[in-house]
């Protein structure tokens, strides 16, 4: 049955079909890369694939991967979690597509790490690049799931004191939440400007046998995506103003309930 479209509208079937074309894609030229490495000289291993220059193959491959991820983080924000809020923000869209990209990260590192532990404990070969390639799409994950959690409003708040307030009080502090949070931003931005620009400008590596350029390229994100938690903090006030004010307890909700029950019921 085809899931109904959140967002996409009459994109959806067009944003699917090129999810699964590039992931096809990558596959296929992946296999290659790694049938390459029994048959050729000149094969390419993990060091010449964040060095794709005079390699085609590795530039198609790497741009493949990434449309496959962007149709695919498009195409999976298109569905709505059973405990997620409604989508009213004007920034909610991007911040779900990110979402969605980081969550599929997660399951590149397991593979990662399964790799390496197959590689390491039965073959005796460990890799000079799985931990790092894991360190370094672990530490997008965390940038991506804090801007997620902004968005789901999810993030760490102390509703004691907040849940006694009249509404008036809660939208004022509602409102310096915010204000601190572009104040916070805009100093990480004036501070670490110009830093990141010369790391990201040179590829600063990370001085390692396999030496991905990890300082290059997560300093620039780091502040690319706080400034997007900033967007979504003021996404958030803004299509919260007028609602009702929410009751906080420490019951969990129908939708967690219910998934308990179903994990819990013996299959049939």
Known sequence: MEQESVWLGS??????????????LTLILFAILILNQFISADAVGMHEMI??????IV???LVSLALALLFASLFLSDDKGAIEPERDGFFDILSLVCSRLAMMSIAFIVIVMFYEVVSRYVFSRPTLWANEL??????FVFLLAGLYAMQQRSHIRIYVIYDMMPRW?????????VFLIWVFTFALIWGGYNDALRRMLRMETFGTA????IPGT?????LFIILLVAIQALSNLIADWNKEPEVHTDEPDEAEIEALRRTLEDPK
């Not at 994109?11 to 992931?23: A, C, D, H, S, V």
């Not at 060095?51 to 085609?56: K, N």
């Not at 009080?169 to 939440?177: E, G, L, W």
């Not at 997560?218 to 780091?222: D, E, F, I, S, T």
């Open 11 to 24: 994109f959806r079937k067009p944003i699917r079909l090129g999810m699964i074309g590039f992931g096809g």
């Open 59 to 61: 530039l198609v491959t």
């Open 210 to 213: 396999w030496d991905p350029p």
């Open 51 to 56: 060095r794709p220059a005079g390699r085609p």
């Open 134 to 139: 894991s360190l370094w799409i672990a530490s």
């Open 218 to 222: 997560l300093k620039p994100a780091l």
């Open 169 to 177: 009080m809660q939208k004022a502090a509602d409102v310096i939440s």
